[in-house]
């Protein structure tokens, strides 16, 4: 059935999505926007949206979401070609990645849409002064997204003029943000909840004093991998950003002394600590003993940390519905006992820890019934055992990553019991044969992605592979060399 067909049938469509819809034309995006006129939401990623047809669209009375994600047909003459009184009620703008406009092209736009309350401009165009000023029209603008665009000299610093009705900013992965000029915005930008610079590696310290005196009452922060940040100035973020609820510090210098600073954010939900080589028990226990409303939190490749710091999370997180332990090579079954006491846990990462074994993993599958997210590649102790129990309690697991465990057809057919099993990755499992994957795959038939090992796809019917593929399943096929190793005495594995 044709656009055409849908919408002359469907004029009371409030939401639509054409995501992808690759097909559709001018016309029928014109046919639309004469038909539909109760839209308020509408969604045109990835379409071929061209002048002809956007200006009918931007006209649609009622329009308070508009999506154009990777629109290459939309440019400055597009954007250029809108009356000023189109579009009072748009609120909601995406145009990321469409990269065939520029500053121009947004200035014309924004100069249409007075009652923008959301404008996301990621990995679009540069970010220039005269733009920036453009945003002045839009008196309301609360958010702004400009992931992976270029700032050229005082664009930022534009913002903390032009925008300081800002309630969220997004500058991840953004070239050109410096600290003369994002300290100078974020004193300006004082009402802001969200901030979001990850990948920013050119600020330091001095950035950071400016965030944390300034913008006092962050719910949000999210500063990945800004590497020149000094751990003395992380312990900034507790002391004066106490309202915090998500905080990602994934890669920083943080340490144990920043985590005690940071427990004084007792609202904390989310917490992301990953490749934080520096922090140990002693202040994950400050965290477990202060935030008793922490529901996610990523631990991955924190080496410095055992069984004693987990233990304190889970007896102080009783909220606790999301951890990754992933590389913690230290921790044990005992840190698996204690989470299992999480009841509203359902997404658990424990890959490459060699000491966890089929006893702790039997604990989680009894203990957390709504487990639904499982990885314990490389937890070679794990065998059929434990698969036996995630099996018989584990109802609600969509999604298990158990390469290079110790796994055979038994454990792997067990799980085949659990209906709504959708996402599997079995890679070099020496214990499995082609016979027992063969018979696992035919049996779960929610399966909608399985990753398996090349040497795989020789060894099965090809006529159960299509079968398998007909009901919807999208077989990943991985090519790794066999490499074996000992993990433990008289066991061997492979990876």
């Keep these: 059935m044709g656009l055409g067909c849908v919408v002359v049938g469907c004029t009371e469509l409030r939401e639509l999505s054409l995501k992808w819809c690759l097909g559709v034309s001018d016309l029928a995006i014109q046919l639309l926007a004469l038909k539909c006129r109760k839209l308020t939401s509408l969604d045109l990623s990835y379409t071929m949206i061209t002048k002809d047809s956007f200006p009918p669209i931007m006209k649609l009375p009622n329009l308070q979401q508009l999506t154009l994600v990777g629109c290459i047909g939309i440019d400055d003459d597009t954007l250029g070609s809108l009356e000023k009184e189109c579009s009072k009620s748009l609120q909601v703008l995406d145009l990321s990645q469409c990269q065939n406009i520029t500053d121009v092209g947004v200035s014309s736009i924004l100069k249409s849409v007075p009652n923008l ?60 943000v410096m600290d003369t000029e994002l300290a100078f915005a974020m004193s300006r930008l004082k009402n802001l909840l969200k901030l979001d610079i990850t990948c920013c590696r050119n600020i330091t310290d001095v950035s950071l004093v400016a965030i944390t005196s300034s913008c006092t009452s962050l719910i949000s922060l999210r500063m990945e991998s800004c590497s020149r940040v000094s751990s003395g100035a992380l312990q900034l973020i507790g002391k004066h950003c106490s309202h915090l609820e998500e905080l990602d510090l994934t890669d920083s210098d943080l340490d144990d002394e920043g985590l005690k600073a940071l427990a004084k954010c007792s609202k904390l939900s989310s917490l992301k600590v990953g490749i934080c080589l520096k922090i140990s028990d002693e202040g994950l226990t400050q965290i477990g003993k202060s935030c008793p409303k922490l529901r996610d939190i990523d631990l991955y490749r924190c080496g410095g940390l055992s069984d004693d710091g987990i233990i304190q999370i889970a007896q102080g997180c009783p909220m606790l519905e999301s951890i990754n332990l992933s590389y913690c090579t230290e921790i044990t079954d005992r840190s698996l006992i204690s989470l299992s006491k999480c009841a509203k846990l359902n997404t658990l990462e424990i890959r490459g820890c060699p000491m966890i074994t089929s006893s702790g993993l039997s604990e989680i599958a009894m203990g957390c019934r709504l ?33 290079y465990c110790s796994v055979t ?87």
């Excluded at 309301?140 to 009705?165: N, P, Q």
């Excluded at 487990?371 to 309690?393: P, T």
């Excluded at 027992?436 to 399985?450: D, E, I, P, R, W």
């Design 117 to 176: 309350l959301e404008l996301d401009l990621s990995y679009c165009c540069p970010v220039t002064p005269p733009m920036v000023r453009i945003f002045q029209k839009v008196p309301k603008l609360r958010t702004l997204k400009l992931e992976g665009c270029k700032f050229m000299a005082d664009g930022l610093k534009a913002i903390g003029t032009s925008c300081v009705s800002l309630r969220e900013l997004s500058l991840s992965k953004c070239s050109g």
């Design 409 to 495: 057809d038994i454990g792997l057919l067990s799980l085949s019991s659990i209906s709504g099993l959708q996402n599997m990755t079995i890679v070099h499992l020496a214990g499995i044969t082609p016979n027992g994957l063969t018979a696992t795959l035919m049996v779960c038939g929610c399966l909608t992605k399985v990753k398996l090992h090349e040497a795989f796809k020789s060894m099965m019917p090809a006529h159960m592979i299509k079968n398998v593929e007909a009901r919807g399943c999208v077989f990943q096929w991985i090519d790794k060399p066999f490499k074996v190793f000992y993990c433990s005495p008289g066991c061997f594995t492979q990876r």
């Design 371 to 403: 487990l639904s997210k499982l990885d314990i590649k490389k937890c070679f102790e794990i065998n059929d055992v434990g698969m036996l129990y995630l099996s018989q309690f584990s109802r609600s697991l969509r999604q298990i990553n158990l390469s």
